[in-house]
Nanobody
Framework: QVQLVESGGGLVQAGGSLRLSCAAS????????MGWFRQAPGKEREFVAA????????NYADSVKGRFTISRDNAKNTMYLQLNSLEPEDTAVYYC?????????????????????WGQGTQVTVSS
């Protein structure tokens, strides 16, 4: 069964850093654009960052630009999200996702409804 598994979440003070990982169970995911989304209590799931299959195209939400960095290592079937200068407003469950319709495409999408595969999520809590 195809799986995406996130890890790396935790509790951190404001200004701190975390690195999230998303491991894919199949090499097929190396051909897809992938993204990170987050959902805070009582709020809708929102886009954080996305990366093309090759890693050359990246897109970020305005709220995380300059603080978060998305990357991927296709040799390890793994995508990452480096979170720096964390703020209490970044507290949420973070999900990784894959968009299988972007097979080796030169674009990424930002709407969660475009993504077909999802991980179970990892909690990030930032204390003030």
């Amino acid at each position: 069964q195809v799986q995406l598994v996130e890890s790396g979440g935790g509790l951190v003070q404001a200004g701190g850093s975390l690195r999230l990982s998303c491991a894919a169970s199949e090499r097929t995911f190396n051909n897809y654009a992938m993204g990170w989304f987050r959902q805070a209590p009582g709020k809708e799931r929102e886009f954080v960052a996305a990366i093309s299959w090759s890693g050359t195209i990246k897109n970020y939400a305005d709220s995380v630009k300059g603080r978060f960095t998305i990357s991927r290592d296709n040799a390890k079937n793994t995508m990452y999200l480096q979170l720096n200068s964390l703020e209490p407003e970044d507290t949420a469950v973070y999900y990784c996702a894959a968009d299988h319709t972007t097979y080796r495409g030169s674009y990424v999408r930002t709407s969660p409804i475009e993504y077909n595969y999802w991980g179970q999520g990892t909690q990030v809590t930032v204390s003030s």
